[in-house]
């Protein structure tokens, strides 16, 4: 499969390791993400007023992009993309439904972008992890050259992935989606009911407490189930729960750290890419010990 | 909140501006809660969403001056759980809208500290300040 890859703003500087291993991992899948050219910010939040057209106008122009792809043969999927965070995932979904579903404002955004074809109105936004679900977590134990034996994963879910129900990927209230795909790499499952509970997002900004707080129950929640990393597919969540922990650690004595993964990390690993595929060395809380320590490295 | 109160024709306007807003149905809410008790920011908030959602129905413009509608971060875990199928998450951010609108901004930019400018990942910046600035 080759398909039109909308990487979006983090995966090019804080999330780097999101990007690195999620390409590594989908090529040894069979899955050749191309990345778009010309791509530009999603906006990374969709707009819920049923007035403003405005602020979808920079998902959609990136809708143009994949349609154009499809057209000149570039990639062998027609009116398909994929993403890797979340908050992309979820903006630019939102934002192809919403002008799906309105003929008025497509016809609107169309003429906005006078210097853009217009948009057919017919692209699929999709998350990485919802093609590999579809190709079935089989084809995923079939890579697996270093089962993670051990290794035992809370995967946190948040926001963006899993709702609103029409947007997400999974069942909003008990999503499985994570525990697959560890699974069939051969790791150990925590479930916990935190997995779905907002890390605070943007209230980073001005409202760091708040994050602290709810990154601290998150962790903790998922500690005391016995979780040794937890896993994140959000470049937002995981700064909020990766690098927060130096806040977390100053204001909760008694907190131990705990490493913070990307899903496709855990993916090169447990394929055997190599550590270069891994780029563990971009996290905050180093999971290399922790690794070490159950033979992983 | 007022309980039993008459409403006005500026109450009845408020509603009918957060319901086009919102495109949410607002008096369709039946105040089950259900919404307050999911939420996560709860704790932080000066009014529940389920309050929210009654002083629209009520028209009382004073939840558009509430803390709670700047602590919702659109994690839309309200929007999964209500029964009746409406979306709070739209409600608070057409109260927001209300107020961005008059150019009202909720963060400043000059306020966040160098160190913090210095770490932050411009996913969160661009987040917060199309959320809370207009």
């Known amino acids: 499969m080759k398909i039109p890859y909308y990487p979006g703003c983090s995966l090019k500087t804080s999330a780097k390791n999101l990007e690195v291993s999620a390409l590594a991992a989908a090529e040894k899948l069979g899955i050749e993400m191309v990345e778009m050219p010309r ?48 908050m992309c995932f979820n903006t630019m979904k939102s934002a192809a439904k919403r002008v799906r579903e309105n003929a008025e404002d ?87 009911p935190f997995k779905k509970v907002c890390c605070g997002a943007y209230h980073t900004v001005h409202n760091k407490d708040t994050v602290i707080e709810l990154a601290h129950d998150i962790l903790t929640h998922a500690q005391e189930e016995g979780g040794e990393a937890i896993s994140t597919s959000c470049p937002l969540c995981a700064f909020n729960l990766d690098n927060r922990q130096k806040e977390i650690k100053e204001k909760y004595l008694k907190f ?42 | 909140m007022p309980t039993n109160t008459v409403i006005t024709a500026a109450n009845e306007a408020f509603l009918r501006r957060i319901n086009e807003l919102s495109g949410e149905k607002v008096t369709r809410c039946e105040q089950c809660g259900i919404c307050s008790a999911g ?30 509608i700047w602590i919702c971060a659109s994690c839309f875990t309200c929007t999964v759980k ?35 400018m210095e770490i932050l990942p411009q996913i969160a910046l661009v987040s917060a300040f199309r959320k809370l600035t207009g």
């Open chain 1, 39 to 86: 791509w530009n910010c999603c906006g990374t939040v969709f707009s819920l007023t049923s007035d403003d057209l405005m602020h979808h106008v920079a998902s959609v122009r990136n809708l143009v992009r994949v349609q154009e792809m499809s057209e000149n043969g570039s990639v062998d999927t027609t009116n398909k993309m994929v993403t890797l965070c979340s």
């Open chain 1, 106 to 192: 497509l016809v609107k955004i169309n003429s906005f972008m006078d210097t853009e074809p217009d948009y057919n109105g017919n692209v699929q936004v999709l998350h990485l992890l919802e093609i590999i679900r579809d190709m079935g977590f089989d084809k995923v134990s079939a890579k697996v050259t270093r089962p993670l034996e051990g290794l035992k994963i809370a995967p946190y879910y948040g926001c963006m992935l899993i709702r609103p129900k029409e947007i997400g990927i999974d069942d909003p209230e008990d999503p499985t989606i994570g525990a697959q795909l560890f699974k069939a790499l051969g790791a150990e499952i925590v479930d916990n």
């Open chain 1, 256 to 297: 131990k750290e705990m490493p913070v993964f990307y899903f496709s990390q855990l993916m090169t690993l447990a394929f055997g890419l190599g550590e270069d595929a891994c780029m563990f060395e971009a996290n905050y809380v180093d999971p290399r010990p922790l690794l070490k320590s159950k033979n992983l490295l």
């Open chain 2, 82 to 116: 209500c029964p009746r199928g409406l979306d709070p998450s739209k409600v608070a951010e057409a109260l927001r809208q209300l107020n961005l609108r008059k150019a009202v901004d909720y963060i400043d930019l000059m306020n966040i500290p160098k160190e913090e």
């Open chain 2, 39 to 68: 939420c996560p920011l709860v704790a932080e908030m000066d009014r529940t969403p389920a309050e929210m959602m009654r002083m629209v129905q009520l028209g009382d413009e004073d939840i558009a001056k509430s803390k709670t």
